[in-house]
């Protein structure tokens, strides 16, 4: 009597795997064809942002483009460590220059 309650209980589980199984597939194949269907606007969405760095066009992906070139140039990183005396007089200068430029 347990095998046969044993068994059921076994197919039930086995039942229950098949169909989230075939839910998951489904839903993975559906993706996929959306992404098939809609790519090209994909496509497109990022062209139009590459033409625009190309040409040097003023929109927001080039000024974005431009700030992360501008980050990796190595004036923009740290020269030298500033204790904390030094930093009323940098202050100073900085806020100077500042209000020159």
């Known amino acids: ?4 309650v044993q068994q059921s209980m076994e197919n039930e589980a086995l039942k229950r795997i098949r169909q989230s199984e075939l839910i998951v597939n489904s839903i993975v194949w559906m993706n996929k064809n959306l992404f098939k269907k809609y790519c ?8 139009r942002d590459v033409n625009e760095i190309l040409g040097d066009a003023s929109s927001k992906a080039v000024v974005r483009f431009k700030d992360w070139v501008g980050y990796d140039d190595d004036d923009e990183y740290l020269k030298r460590y500033y204790y904390g005396d030094e930093y009323p007089q940098k202050i100073q200068l900085l806020s100077e220059y500042y ?3």
């Open 1 to 4: 009597m347990k095998n046969g």
């Open 40 to 47: 090209q606007s994909q496509n497109y969405y990022y062209t």
């Open 99 to 101: 209000k020159v430029n």
